[in-house]
């Protein structure tokens, strides 16, 4: 229903022309949107799609081009219902504007994998829509009707074999109506979609010609670095401006609410003005806070009387009546998302508009707060988003926009404001940290009778959408268990919101990057303790042919699941759906007894996304979410002391490097179930799957990430 | 006035001598493939060529290249089999780190035109990259590295 709506209204919303913002300077630095421009000699019927009389298609775009490859896989949606001819399409990033919000939320981001599953009927019908036209128009030419003419690469063919190019089309498709709803294709004539490509971006990065966010360059522009809190809630008390403006080429220095903003006419030169400040900060929140404290909190926490999050059945009395019952309990540390390009933004605000240049996962929140500083209406907002270097969250937060902002119209110039690796460190929402503690029964045939599990966690949502904490429940810190892929009739699920000074915030699949470690590792230790095996087990408590279910199959058929593995090694299964995809991952593994090290020699993943769109990216998302997953599960921790962030740089953050990354397999499934994600589904399962292995072979069970290879080591050896 | 040799050009600038490499490059001469990421020669994104070898722009300072070469990616030719390789493998994610890590294994490649999957490794263990593209750019140095010796 919603998607059919969908589909019906966005193709007459998108149409309306929005006025184009005109600022006095006649800076033009990137692509200006036709969605909010003039076009000439162009066909443009909507936002999404241009058509030149040179035969070039233009797709223009509304997500950020984070690495995912979605600018290219939107891109082979639109042209696959266009018909168009691959070699002259062109993607191209818009300004930020209406029709590119998310149809399901109203605010252009590119977050929760959504980039094509939230707008598949949207895409498809966008290109669907432009090809009818085309149609439309040289069937007039020719005098006949439209049904009987087709469309095939960039051409529409007459019954006698004629054809016209869409390009010599364009003027008189521009004339016409745009079609509400465009017939759209079957898969089975698919000759884009599911097809191998080259990514379209890739040819400039390799190049070296992408300009990120960091590499802006407006003219007259300055360079600002900002010192921030060193303990949380920390405010400067005195500082030395004079000693900052000492150095060479720094041109000002602002001291903002709870922040001092040094100026410059080149990077170097602001970081070294900042370093001149001498600042006096107020003691903070908790200057006691540290990791050891932090661990008591959550401990005592634990113990708390938990909201409830979901209650079906009487789980306790299952438990009470089970032929077994096993427990476990569970810690999480903070994760940084150290994305490599560290955190910026470039802003010029003018009397009549406002310009900004970000590598940003949230263009509407960022115009919104861009507003609200200059006073604008969101339309004098012009905002270009450029590529960025990795987001995984981050970059959906809006300090950095508010901060150019406010430096831009305080100064009267143009403004990039650039974080230090330590900046990008210590001011990161983290993925926050968790505990929690799970105990759940098996009946005398080894099935589950029931599950009670309770969360204790920071809340992501009380800060970013409060009105979806209901009830005390942030539903982001208990999806994987509340919505676990098994069916446990009697489950109970608890969560405790612990309030810290520590600022969390969306971090690649969120919840479920700890829930399902927690969910799957304990499925291993119940079919441990049911003498069954670990696929045979979680098959037994899964939908017959659900899309987990057929993932699992996929997997176990895929790793030779009933295969003996190679001598001296073990295997390990993890299973999870998020995002409206499955995945899952079996890890092969030895591990020195002597040493507790652990390797990872193999990675076997299998994943249904639905209609699998570009079915190399859906291999680069795999690969790249099982190395970053293995990094959080052998490397990462966010270090906490005097009240702040002690960890600083990649020495005391070390992500996996080259001599640990494993082969990875991935196997996409020929699915018969809707689209779903592709971002954050690989990440996981693959921890779990690795810990399974490890379970396997020494018959412990690692409960706190990253893994402690001590406790592997065993004793006299 | 600092002049540099920077992929066949040469470039005159004023800046203070022990300004980083890296800001010079970036900042006085536009050229924006050279990253800034750690600032302290840990993750390699900001390698260039000095005179063949791979050295991280951040952490030397500009008097330090006077006599030297540089070479950044654009420096490559388009037909350079470590560009080549990176597309047909298509390795980079947000690629961000890749000018840097292409330019080590320039330099990796000259030393050891026919590494095993160990030396690469081993060669390649000191540079980071977020998105997870590390088993493309394993499959990426074993390409270039056929082509090189063929």
């Known amino acids: 229903m919603k998607t059919e709506m969908t589909r019906r209204t966005f193709l ?31 066909f443009k019927p909507h936002a999404f799609v241009e058509i030149a009389a040179d035969d070039t298609v233009t797709v223009w775009l509304g997500q950020t081009n984070l690495g995912q490859g979605t600018h290219t896989g939107i891109s082979m949606v639109v042209a696959e219902e266009l018909d168009a001819d691959w070699k002259n399409v062109q993607a191209k990033m818009a300004l930020a504007a209406e029709p590119f919000k998310n149809p399901y939320w109203n605010a252009q981001l590119t977050g929760g994998s ?109 360079i600002a670095v900002v010192a921030r809190r060193p303990r949380f809630g920390a405010v400067p008390e005195s500082y030395d401006a004079q000693a900052a403006k000492g150095v060479k080429g720094v041109v000002e220095v602002l001291p903002m609410a709870d922040k001092i903003a040094v100026c410059a006419e080149t990077t170097y030169a602001a970081i070294q003005g900042r370093a001149k ?150 001011n990161d929402y983290f993925r926050p940290g968790s505990v929690s503690r799970v105990e759940a029964g ?54 405790v919101m612990m309030e810290l000074p520590i600022p969390v915030g969306f971090w690649r699949s969120v919840g479920y990057s700890t829930t399902t470690y927690m969910v799957e590792t304990f499925m291993d230790e119940l079919a441990g303790a049911a003498g069954k095996d670990p696929v045979e087990f979680r ?122 990354v494993p082969e990875v397999e991935v196997h996409i499934a020929d699915s018969i179930h809707t689209i779903g994600g592709i971002g954050e589904p690989g990440v996981p399962t693959v921890a779990p799957a690795v810990a399974n292995a490890i379970f396997t072979t020494t018959g412990i069970m690692l409960r706190e990430l990253p893994f402690n290879l001590d406790m592997l080591r065993q004793a006299g050896s | 006035m600092i002049s540099l040799h920077v992929n066949g050009k040469k470039h005159e600038v004023d800046v203070a001598p ?11 001469l536009g050229i924006t493939s050279v990253k800034y990421a750690c600032g302290i020669a840990l993750c390699g994104v900001c390698t260039v060529l000095l005179d063949g070898e791979a050295v991280r722009s951040c952490s030397i300072s500009v008097d330090y290249v006077l006599d030297g070469k540089i070479i950044t990616v654009e420096g490559l030719p388009e037909d350079h089999p470590v560009k080549v390789a990176w597309i047909e493998k298509q390795v980079p994610q947000c690629g961000y780190c890749q000018p840097g890590i292409m330019l080590q294994t320039v330099d990796f490649l000259q030393r050891q035109p026919n590494p095993s999957k160990e030396q690469i490794n081993a060669a390649m263990d000191d540079v980071l990259c977020r998105c997870g593209s590390h088993p493309r750019i394993k499959k990426a140095i074993e390409m270039a590295a056929e082509m090189t010796t063929k």
């Open chain 1, 12 to 42: 007459q919303k998108s149409s309306l022309v929005v006025a184009a913002a005109v600022c006095s300077s006649e800076i033009c630095l990137l692509n200006i949107s036709p969605a909010r421009g003039q076009t000439g000699g162009t």
């Open chain 1, 114 to 222: 959504t980039s094509i599953r939230h707008r598949w009927d949207m895409l498809r019908s966008a290109g669907a829509a432009a090809r009818q036209m085309l149609l439309e128009a040289a069937a007039r030419q020719w005098d006949m009707g439209a049904e009987k003419c087709s469309t095939e690469k960039g051409r529409v063919i007459h019954p006698d074999g004629r054809s016209l190019r869409y390009g010599q089309l364009v003027a008189a498709a521009a004339r016409l109506p745009v079609p509400e709803n465009p017939p759209l294709k079957k898969p089975k004539d698919y000759r884009i979609i599911g097809s191998a490509r080259d990514r379209l971006d890739i040819p400039d990065k390799v190049a070296g010609r992408t300009k990120y966010g960091i590499d802006m360059a407006v003219p007259g522009m300055c």
């Open chain 1, 277 to 426: 400040l001498n600042i006096k900060w107020s003691e903070g929140t908790d200057p006691q806070l540290d990791n050891t404290k932090l661990e008591k909190l959550f401990a005592e926490h634990l113990q708390k009387p938990g909201a409830v999050a979901q209650s079906t059945g009487d789980a306790s009395k299952a438990l009470a009546g089970a032929d077994v019952t096993l427990e476990g309990s569970y810690a999480f540390p903070y994760l940084a998302h150290a994305a490599l390009e560290p955190i910026n933004c470039t802003a010029h605000v003018e009397k009549d508009c406002c310009r900004i240049w970000v590598p940003t996962q949230g263009q509407t929140a960022a115009q919104l707060s861009a507003a609200a500083i200059t006073g604008l209406p969101i339309e004098k907002i012009d905002l270009m988003t450029t590529p960025a270097g990795g987001g995984f969250g981050l970059r959906g937060e809006t300090d950095p926009v508010a901060d150019a902002v406010t430096i831009s119209k305080a100064l009267n110039r143009p403004v990039k404001v650039m974080w230090t690796r330590e900046d990008d460190f210590a």
């Open chain 1, 442 to 495: 098996l009946d005398e045939q080894g099935h589950i009778t029931g599950w009670s599990q309770k969360v204790a966690a920071p809340s992501i949502l009380s800060r970013i959408m409060p009105q979806h904490v209901k009830e005390g429940i942030d539903s982001t810190s208990v999806q994987g268990i509340s919505d676990m892929v098994y069916t446990i009739a009697k489950r109970q699920v608890e969560y």
């Open chain 1, 539 to 660: 098959l037994a408590h899964l939908e017959k042919d659900s899309r987990p279910y057929r993932t699992l199959k996929l997997l176990a058929e895929k790793s030779g699941w009933g295969d003996r593995p190679v001598q001296g090694r073990t295997r390990g299964i993890a299973l999870g759906s998020c995002f409206g995809s499955s995945a899952g991952h079996v890890a092969e593994i030895s591990v020195d007894r002597q040493s507790g090290r652990v390797t990872v020699h193999k990675l076997i993943c299998a994943v249904d996304c639905g209609p699998a769109v570009y079915p190399d990216a859906i291999v680069a998302q795999m690969e790249g979410a099982a190395v970053m997953a293995l990094s959080t599960a052998f490397n990462e921790k966010v270090h906490f002391s005097g009240g702040g962030v002690k960890t600083a740089n990649y020495g005391t953050y070390p992500l996996l490097t080259m001599s640990a």
């Open chain 2, 18 to 28: 022990d300004t980083p490499l890296l800001w010079v490059l970036r900042d006085n």
